[in-house]
């Protein structure tokens, strides 16, 4: 193994402690094989079943044929939208906001501020866009802006027509396979249909700002509930990142740099290391479990954001991993869309 990826292995998993299991089925045959976890993420490759021989795990650039988003979907995504459904006249807006939100306001704002990226415009953002689109298997291409700004950051919009924009600074920071975590992650907004949500979000949290007190007060009890799944979404985007890298390691140092940063002075300084931030956010997850005072702490300094705190979604990616269905889904066994052939995922297991 390369000295660079033990040194993963060894981050995420140290060898002092014991190897999570487990059983994946043989797409094959059928067959159920047991698998140590780290192995299997960092050499999926090296994996074939003991029935049929055949390999265990997709290849790195097979494509997830007819991926519906269900099937990466985080349960408490599903337990939010749940919860906004429940509210009166929330359905009813979504369904009005579906049939009138148009596109053409934020495509020309892209146009007027923004590159239009294409074959013959930054194709190398492009490339990289339909590899992660490949491996998704989502058949549409969205239109691909590029914006000057001084932080890092990429979006997604457009109901009707998907746009993802990506921001200079972020191309600054951070390597090709980790831009190709941050592609999947925003096209796993656009295969969830995270847009229209995040338009009604946006537009509600925004009136809420400019009301009265009295309005302020009232509506905010719905503003939690569409800030909390907004937070919940970007959890199931983030599990979109991993499926289209493939590259649990890119994933996290995505995170590590959103946390700290790959500036020239920081860089030419010190090597910021995998470890010990993976330590921290277990860490920092150990006392909000442990200490109630500490998970009371956390949801507070949250509930103002509409993303969750970096370490958070790193252990919670760390966590699907582990007791997730992630090594099903590469294993073939995932919930497809309607008219495509197909085993449904399995239930997740469940952390001890």
Same mark, same amino acid.
């Given at each position: 193994?390369?000295?660079?990826?033990? *040194?993963?292995?060894?981050?995420?998993?140290?060898?002092?402690?014991?190897?999570?299991?487990?059983?994946?089925?043989?797409?094959?045959?059928?067959?159920?094989?047991?698998?140590?976890?780290?192995?299997?993420?960092?050499?999926?490759?090296?994996?074939?079943?003991?029935?049929?021989?055949?390999?265990?795990?997709?290849?790195?650039?097979?494509?997830?044929?007819?991926?519906?988003?269900? &099937?990466?979907?985080?349960?408490?995504?599903?337990?939010?939208?749940?919860?906004?459904?429940?509210?009166?006249?929330?359905? =009813?807006?979504?369904?009005? =906001?579906?049939?009138?939100?148009?596109?053409? #306001?934020?495509?020309?704002?892209?146009?007027?501020?923004?590159?239009?990226?294409? =074959?013959?415009?930054?194709?190398?953002?492009?490339?990289?866009?339909?590899?992660?689109?490949?491996?998704?298997?989502?058949?549409?291409?969205?239109?691909?802006?590029?914006?000057?700004?001084?932080?890092?950051?990429?979006?997604?919009?457009?109901?009707?027509?998907?746009?993802?924009?990506?921001?200079?600074?972020?191309?600054?920071?951070?390597?090709?396979?980790?831009?190709?975590?941050?592609?999947?992650?925003?096209?796993?907004?656009?295969?969830?249909?995270?847009? !229209?949500?995040?338009?009604?979000?946006?537009?509600?949290?925004?009136?809420?700002?400019?009301?009265?007190?009295?309005?302020?007060?009232?509506?905010?009890?719905?503003?939690?509930?569409?800030?909390?799944?907004?937070?919940?979404? *970007?959890?199931?985007?983030?599990?979109?990142?991993?499926?289209?890298?493939?590259?649990?390691? &890119?994933?996290?140092?995505?995170?590590?740099?959103?946390?700290?940063?790959?500036?020239?002075?920081?860089?030419?300084?010190?090597?910021?290391?995998?470890?010990?931030?993976?330590?921290?956010?277990?860490?920092?997850?150990?006392?909000?479990? #442990?200490?109630?005072?500490?998970?009371?702490?956390?949801?507070?300094?949250?509930?103002?954001?509409?993303?969750?705190?970096?370490?958070?979604?790193?252990? *919670?990616?760390?966590?699907?991993?582990?007791?997730?269905?992630? !090594?099903?889904?590469?294993?073939?066994?995932?919930?497809?869309?309607?008219?495509?052939?197909?085993?449904?995922?399995?239930?997740?297991?469940?952390?001890?």
């Amino acid at each position: 193994m390369a000295a660079a990826a033990e *040194e993963v292995w060894q981050a995420l998993w140290p060898r002092e402690s014991p190897a999570p299991v487990r059983t994946v089925g043989c797409r094959h045959c059928g067959q159920r094989n047991r698998v140590e976890v780290p192995r299997a993420v960092m050499q999926p490759e090296r994996h074939d079943c003991g029935a049929c021989g055949r390999r265990l795990f997709l290849a790195t650039d097979e494509p997830l044929v007819g991926l519906a988003p269900e &099937a990466y979907q985080h349960c408490l995504d599903k337990r939010s939208v749940a919860a906004l459904g429940s509210v009166p006249g929330v359905p =009813a807006l979504v369904e009005w =906001a579906l049939a009138s939100i148009g596109d053409r #306001t934020a495509q020309i704002m892209f146009m007027a501020d923004t590159i239009q990226c294409s =074959a013959e415009q930054f194709p190398e953002l492009i490339a990289l866009v339909d590899r992660a689109r490949a491996r998704l298997d989502i058949e549409f291409r969205p239109t691909v802006y590029l914006g000057e700004s001084p932080h890092m950051n990429a979006l997604t919009t457009g109901v009707n027509s998907p746009v993802i924009v990506v921001r200079s600074a972020l191309l600054d920071q951070m390597q090709d396979d980790e831009v190709l975590a941050i592609l999947g992650h925003e096209l796993g907004h656009l295969h969830a249909g995270h847009p !229209l949500y995040q338009g009604v979000a946006n537009a509600l949290l925004s009136a809420g700002t400019m009301a009265s007190s009295a309005l302020r007060l009232a509506s905010l009890p719905i503003q939690r509930l569409l800030l909390r799944w907004l937070r919940h979404a *970007e959890l199931t985007a983030d599990r979109a990142a991993l499926l289209a890298s493939r590259d649990l390691s &890119a994933c996290i140092n995505v995170m590590l740099t959103f946390a700290g940063g790959n500036r020239p002075g920081t860089a030419r300084r010190t090597q910021m290391r995998l470890g010990p931030f993976v330590r921290q956010c277990r860490e920092l997850a150990t006392w909000q479990a #442990t200490r109630p005072i500490d998970s009371v702490l956390g949801t507070y300094v949250s509930m103002d954001r509409t993303h969750p705190h970096v370490a958070a979604r790193v252990v *919670e990616l760390i966590r699907w991993v582990e007791y997730g269905n992630y !090594l099903n889904i590469l294993g073939g066994q995932y919930l497809r869309r309607v008219g495509t052939a197909g085993k449904l995922e399995l239930p997740e297991a469940r952390a001890p």
